[in-house]
């Protein structure tokens, strides 16, 4: 293969490994909350023994569920049957450019060939309801960037995203999952998946018994243009899961590609419509190559970290600074940056307030360090 574009990293202690799984687990944590709890405390087991608290002084109706050992031990256990590994945030076996998106998963559930996540990757995504030119034309262009030396990740859909892993399959491909490692969807792919395993792999956030609902497949979505340089559309109508795929490669600011098609052919209303907006447009493999080369001669900018805390836990905010923060926000998104400047409070106790309210599930955040009430 090409390039190894992975860089060096510590391992978790299976102890640490647990602690991570618990916490990722547990209600109201997601990617963001995860990071921001692990800053705060300076480590996953002082973020759960905060958690009870943190909820309580969020105003929770009810205590947070938090993931227990024995459920995150019977995970582990799980996971080793299916030959399923856990590779988490700042390993060496991380995927480097999934470090790079602004909340990448803090541990994913891998299966195959774990070395295949550090080549560079081109996505290719469409149409579940391909046409026959449509998958012709994905298998060309997956082959041609195999023999390039790029792998090919897609999410193992029905139609476009199934042409391209079948034709990389020697090359090397990888198949990002809406659900658990043990619920394939669609469940006829399940041998098209043994396939990949051989040569690549295939990765999920979700865990073990996790079966894909609708609102799944937009997390994973953004899985699929994280992991690549990339992303090729190849058949999208209108109002499609690829075009959701092609703007969260524009916010994590991958390339993003186009085949054009027929105008009369709803199929291609979307992919007309993203080389409408500036998508670079695409008739051959040569299209992707002359954008993507470049790309591989830089050095990848991974996010910088936060320090591990050190000392006391962040002061708990007071009873008129909680109701202060909680009184500017609403179920229109805001910036935390107008909280802080609105409120008076210090950036500290704005996001202590918040990672309350988060953790009582009484926030959502949106991209760009947006916030509202739920």
Same mark, same amino acid.
């Given at each position: ?25 547990? #209600? ?46 019977? #995970? ?13 945030? &700042? ?52 082959? #041609? ?170 002061? #708990? ?43 009582? &599930? ?13």
């Amino acid at each position: 293969m090409g390039t190894n574009e992975t860089d060096g990293g510590v391992r978790l202690t299976d102890a640490q490994r647990l602690d991570w799984l618990r916490l990722i687990r547990s #209600e109201n944590i997601g990617p963001r909350t995860f990071r921001t709890l692990i800053n705060h405390y300076g480590g996953a087991r002082a973020a759960l023994d905060a958690l009870p608290d943190l909820a309580r002084r969020g105003g929770a109706i009810k205590p947070a569920r938090i993931c227990s050992l024995q459920e995150a031990e019977r #995970e582990i256990a799980a996971a080793r049957r299916l030959d399923v590994t856990f590779v988490a945030l &700042g390993e060496p076996d991380y995927p480097p450019r999934l470090r790079m998106i602004d909340d990448p998963p803090p541990l994913i559930a891998v299966r195959g060939k774990l070395a295949i996540l550090s080549q560079p990757m081109v996505a290719i995504v469409g149409s579940r309801n391909a046409s026959a030119a449509g998958v012709k034309f994905t298998e060309r262009l997956a082959r #041609e960037l195999g023999e390039a030396e790029f792998v090919i990740v897609s999410g193992l859909a029905r139609g476009i995203d199934a042409a391209a892993h079948r034709a990389s399959l020697t090359t090397g491909t990888v198949a990002v999952l809406a659900g658990g490692h043990d619920h394939i969807y669609p469940p006829e792919h399940a041998d098209l998946l043994a396939s990949i395993l051989s040569i690549g792999a295939a990765i999920t956030e979700m865990p073990l018994g996790w079966e894909p609902r609708a609102r799944d497949f937009p997390r994973r979505n953004r899985l699929i243009s994280g992991l690549a340089l990339g992303v090729l559309i190849i058949e999208a109508a209108r109002r499609s899961g690829s075009l959701i795929t092609a703007r969260m490669a524009l916010e994590q600011g991958r390339e993003v590609f186009a085949v054009p098609g027929s105008p009369l052919d709803p199929r291609t209303e979307g992919t007309n419509g993203l080389l409408k907006q500036g998508a670079t447009l695409v008739t051959e493999v040569a299209d992707v190559l002359a954008a993507l080369r470049p790309i591989l001669g830089r050095p990848i900018e991974l996010p910088i970290e936060e320090p591990e805390r050190v000392g006391p836990p962040p002061a #708990e905010p007071g009873a008129d600074e909680r109701a202060r923060i909680l009184g500017l926000l609403g179920p229109t998104p805001v910036a935390i940056d107008d909280l802080v400047r609105l409120s008076g409070s210090s950036p500290a106790i704005v996001r202590t307030v918040l990672l309350e309210l988060e953790i009582a &599930g009484r926030i959502e955040r949106h991209g760009g360090a947006l916030v509202s009430l739920l």
